[in-house]
């Protein structure tokens, strides 16, 4: 209880207030959407018009988007006539009913009816770990790792080309076809290219000179060479050299040049992150008596990572989309799951192709947003402790 | 003396024997054939919504499998593109080339292949609406056409106004399917690719029944199956398949009766269904190796009828594939 309270209390003067004026409201035009709308698109005349033009053309593309994927689309039917103008005497967009017939051989390809439940448990498994690895607050992410990167690729090649010792027939490799062959192939590439990356970028920074020049080497080659040659090379070219009975799988052999090519640019992707390390982090982890691995597993590559995230995700992103090439050795990945069925003279109609192209769109671009997504709740993760 | 030279002669028997038995002996100890086929031509090769292979070529592979399996499930099906068709042939990587691939002589000499026969009859045709009002391609003078790019289809168009004195605009795209797209638009008045290709184009067109496809074949293609040089028995073993399709087409033995054709009478038929003479012991078969065949499979006309003709949505006519003593161009050579 101090003194001037006390006075304030007795000395009550009129004219003085005693409680705090709630603080008015901002002007309407300050404030809320309508600033926000001001401010950020309406703020010069020449904004407004390109308000109005971006306006009108987003307004245009969804509508146009909407009406073929939607209104006009075709929602059920049995062959070609239902999707085609002359027979339904009105405009027809999307032929869903095509897709849906389609749906089980863009998804699994000619892979055995009866043993496409091994495919949705590899699905599956894949999916379990990768919300395990992925999420921030799952527990034992050690072992989620070691599911991962041991038991899942394990696991997955038994369940998926067979065992006829335990009793799971074998399913050669050109039955595997669709969503299957693009999420192997892109798994494979994504999981193998970091480490291998990572380790041809510290073999290229290194100061042996047999591993630097083998690393260059090996990443100018490969970055030289478009993938699509590679893959061409291997189909094409390997055959004539090698027996019939000795050369790889087809499906092996698109799998090693994706991930060799995948792990080229990644290495200069890490290789760019262990540059803009500035020299006292080598020093400093040098002076407390860390070894080079020791100091490379804790100093320097947490910190090089973090920066190059964006660059990581992006070549994944990049990466993901290649695997479509592998139908240039005869793999039937999804788009040539796609391309075939749009072929179909079951369903021939002028809106086949296009719907087909429509269903392939739809899933580069949630696959592709997903890891983007994801890519930036992570850097922003990371990035707190700048700020702090 | 006499010894060493019948040495020689049973060392180079067996040699001969080693080199010519190789595809077909591969072939069984392996338990399944491998096709090279084409993967995106409808009615030629194609998988469908369960994923399982469809075409001519396609159950002409099933055929080899059927006659030396006995089950025409055991065949590998390649895909391949038209860049790597021949490689994979050469290398082994196939046994049997199924892949509309047209018999031409360079390919039948430089290439080292040899074809075993004609499957299918194509050549290059056009499309054209029927409001043109045209009935043959020798009125198409100053036509606009719409064709595929870098084709062989290219260069027989521009051959073909030339030596028919006429002018031709053509009207050039790096798709067959941006090529179609345009001759709906209005584009051209004509679209031209081989004659198989335009009836399954048509059916994509937004109204398929406003166009007419015009009965001039302007070039000749010929399409069939192909195997490796070197291997004569393999060769033979192809070859036949196919004759013996034609052959029980044109004997009336069809999937259903097979069973009861075994009984017949005439001597062709029981020839070629194995119940007189070794023919397919001769082949390197077994006796009813026909029977196998046509039970698994069935005969020429009704893969054909299947997979093109009437009972799939192309519903081409027979014509030039049509049997010989039916104003077609398919004869085999008898069994005997």
């Known amino acids: 209880m101090t003194m001037s309270e006390g006075d304030l209390a007795v000395a009550k003067i009129a004219f003085v207030r005693d409680t705090v004026i709630d603080p008015r409201k901002p002007p309407i035009s300050m404030t809320g959407p309508w600033a926000w709308l001001r401010e950020r698109l309406l703020s010069t005349p020449f904004n407004v018009v390109m308000t109005i033009l971006v306006g009108a053309l987003l307004a245009w593309v969804g509508y146009e988007l909407a009406r073929f994927l939607l209104i006009d689309a075709v929602w059920t039917g049995v062959d070609r006539d239902a999707c085609r103008e002359e027979v339904q005497q009105r405009a027809i967009g999307a032929c869903w009913p095509f897709v849906w017939e389609r749906l089980n051989y863009f998804t699994y390809g000619s892979y055995p009816i009866s043993e496409r439940w091994r495919v949705d448990i590899f699905f599956a498994m894949l999916a379990f770990g990768v919300v395990w690895l992925l999420s921030l607050n799952a527990p034992r992410r050690d072992l989620g790792a070691a599911y991962f990167f041991i038991i899942v690729p394990v696991t997955s090649f038994i369940l998926l080309s067979g065992w006829e010792a335990i009793g799971l027939r074998t399913v050669d490799t050109s039955l595997w076809g669709g969503v299957l062959v693009t999420i192997v192939v892109a798994s494979v590439g994504i999981v193998v290219s970091l480490p291998l990356g990572i380790l041809l970028a510290l073999g290229r920074r290194s100061d042996m000179p047999a591993v630097r020049m083998a690393s260059i080497v090996f990443i100018e080659f490969v970055r030289g060479v478009p993938l699509v040659t590679v893959l061409f090379m291997a189909s094409v070219m390997l055959p004539l050299f090698v027996p019939e009975h000795l050369s790889p799988d087809k499906l092996v052999r698109a799998l090693v040049g994706i991930a060799l090519f995948a792990s080229a640019y990644m290495a200069e992707v890490v290789r760019a992150g262990l540059q803009s390390m500035p020299k006292g982090q080598y020093e400093g982890a040098m002076a407390v008596g860390l070894g080079y691995w020791q100091m490379m597993r804790l100093i320097i590559l947490p910190q090089a990572l973090k920066v190059t995230i964006p660059n990581i995700v992006n070549t994944y992103i990049g990466l993901f989309k290649d695997t479509t090439l592998v139908f240039i050795v005869g793999i039937f990945d999804l788009l040539r799951t796609i391309e075939v069925s749009r072929i179909d003279p079951k369903w021939a109609a002028p809106v086949t192709s296009t719907t087909g192209y429509a269903v392939a769109a739809i899933f580069y671009l949630v696959f592709c947003y997903a890891m983007s997504r994801y890519a930036r709740v992570t850097e922003e993760r990371l990035a707190k402790s700048d700020k702090r | ?336």
């Open chain 2, 1 to 336: 003396m006499y010894k060493i030279a019948s040495l020689f002669a049973l060392a180079v028997l067996l040699a001969a024997q080693g080199a010519s038995a190789q595809t077909l002996k591969t072939v069984k100890d392996r338990g399944a054939l491998n096709c090279g086929a084409n993967g995106t031509l409808a009615g030629f090769g194609l998988p469908d919504a369960q994923g399982a292979w469809t075409g001519l070529d396609v159950d002409f592979c099933r055929a080899v499998a059927a006659a030396i399996f006995d089950d025409p499930n055991k065949v590998k099906f390649v895909a391949l593109t038209a860049k790597d068709r021949f490689t994979a042939l050469q290398s082994g990587e196939v046994d049997v080339l199924a892949r509309n691939t047209t018999w031409t002589s360079s390919r039948d000499t430089s290439l080292g292949l040899n074809f075993t026969g004609v499957n299918y009859y194509d050549g290059q045709g056009f499309l054209v609406r029927k409001s043109l009002k045209v009935n043959s391609a020798l009125e198409l003078n100053g036509a606009s056409v719409c064709v595929q790019q870098g084709t062989t289809t290219e260069l027989n168009l521009a051959d073909y106004f030339r030596a028919s004195k006429m002018t031709l605009k053509t009207v050039t795209f790096a798709t067959a399917n941006e090529a179609v797209k345009a001759y709906d638009a209005g584009r051209c008045d004509a679209y031209t690719t081989d004659a198989s290709g335009l009836y399954s184009e048509r059916l994509r067109l937004a109204s398929a029944g406003d166009h007419i496809i015009l009965p001039e074949i302007i070039s000749k293609e010929p399409l069939g199956p192909a195997v490796r040089h070197g291997d004569d028995q393999w060769f033979d073993v192809v070859k036949w398949v196919h004759f013996a399709m034609v052959n029980a087409e044109e004997l009336g033995i069809t999937q259903k009766n097979v069973g009861e054709m075994l009984k017949s009478d005439n001597p062709e038929i029981k020839r070629l269904l194995g119940t007189e003479g070794a023919f397919g012991e001769q082949l390197g078969l077994t006796k009813d190796w026909v029977v196998r065949i046509v039970g698994k499979v069935g005969n020429y006309g009704e893969i054909f009828e299947k997979n093109v003709g009437q009972g799939s949505p192309m519903k081409i006519a027979r014509g030039l594939n049509g049997l010989w003593n039916k104003g077609g161009l398919q004869y085999a050579p008898p069994v005997r």
